[in-house]
């Protein structure tokens, strides 16, 4: 009988790690969705409060605006955005660059690179509200290889509605993507 009940309590302990083990996976898989969750707002936040700066500054005559001009480079040179900065560069969550340069007329390209999945995930943010920011264009294209941009949004060509299917195509599939937004500043 006393080795009967070693037997079932070393079956218990087993058991019982398994679980333990099956838990802490759990969190840390949830901790993961939350934390990838955080990083989307974070960008999301990032590209509003550029476009936003650049908007302010656009309302001044004496700020014009050259096609391709480095937009964050003006601002930050003015005081208008990137606060505390060295410099005029900046990066997502993820490590890839944000860009912003003029586009005729009175508008403004932003480029981050981001891994695919936050690449469906802006474009889905800033498509679902594209006459509300003034979205233009969105483009995506996969990093690897000598992929060419791919129109996910176009409200020149009255292509309608926001269509997200299109925009998860643009971003591929693997890897990291690019993801330019063409938004209206005046």
């Known amino acids: 009988m006393g080795r009967g009940v ?5 079956g218990f302990y087993l058991v019982l790690a398994l679980i333990c083990v099956i838990a802490g996976f759990a969190v840390l898989v949830a901790f993961e969705a939350v934390y990838e969750s955080v990083r989307l707002a974070r960008a999301e936040g990032q590209i509003l409060a550029l476009v936003s700066a650049a908007r302010d500054a656009a ?7 050259q096609p391709n001009e480095d937009l964050l480079a003006a601002l930050w040179q003015r005081g208008d955005a990137l ?11 993820w490590g890839g660059r944000i860009a912003m340069t003029a586009a005729p007329p ?20 800033f498509g679902h509200d594209a006459a509300d920011i003034f979205l233009q264009k969105m483009q995506a294209r996969p990093m690897q290889g000598e992929e060419s941009w791919r129109g996910a949004y176009d409200a020149a060509a009255g292509a309608g509605p926001f269509d997200p299917a299109a925009a998860e195509a ?3 599939d693997q890897g990291r993507a690019a993801l330019a937004l063409l938004i209206k500043l005046r």
């Open 6 to 10: 070693k037997l079932s309590s070393i």
């Open 59 to 65: 309302r001044d005559r004496q700020f014009t605006l």
């Open 83 to 93: 606060a505390g900065q060295a410099s005029p560069a900046l990066v997502n969550d």
């Open 106 to 125: 009175a508008a403004a390209w932003v480029e981050t690179e981001v891994p695919v999945s936050a690449c469906r995930q802006l474009a889905l943010f």
């Open 170 to 172: 643009a971003c591929g």
